[in-house]
């Protein structure tokens, strides 16, 4: 399953919200697949299983605003680099999991995801929080 890099923080603090209720059950699907059918994770910086359900998704690129398809691959660079992994590398969730637990806390998502609209709420923050405590 191809998964951006910055969605993996996305699964990771989800809570139920999102753009649209499509998108909400799309995203629940992925997070199902993700965590608990061990899927494999084929990381990209292009629209993937989760942009498939987004409103914003137009002619395979997000449209939310002028310029959020340079932002958001660079949310993805800057995402995979923190937690060490590479574009187009296959791995699974636990993998992707024990990376997160030790290469991020909840205050390097500050520098990690600057721009990211949901940052504010503390779920991603509440849950590195608790893969710190429970790496595996």
Not at 28 to 43: G, I, M, P
Not at 90 to 95: I, K, Y
Not at 106 to 117: F, Q, V, Y
Request: with cysteine; proline share 4%; glycine share 6%.
């Amino acid at each position: 399953m191809d998964i951006r890099a910055h969605h993996l923080l996305c699964l990771l603090g989800f809570r139920g919200a999102g753009y649209s209720p499509e998108f909400i059950e799309n995203m629940k699907k992925v997070a199902q697949a993700t965590f608990f059918d061990n899927a494999s994770l084929r990381l990209t910086s292009d629209c993937d299983v989760i942009c498939a359900a987004c409103p914003h998704l137009k002619h395979g690129e997000c449209r939310k605003r002028d310029d959020a398809a340079p932002r958001v691959r660079d949310h993805d660079l800057r995402v995979a680099d923190t937690i060490g992994v590479r574009l187009g590398a296959v791995t699974t969730w636990q993998e992707v999991r024990q990376l997160m637990a030790r290469r991020l806390t909840p205050a390097s998502l500050a520098l990690t995801c600057p721009k990211c609209e949901w940052l504010k709420l503390g779920y991603c923050a509440e849950a590195i929080g608790g893969l710190q405590q429970r790496p595996d």
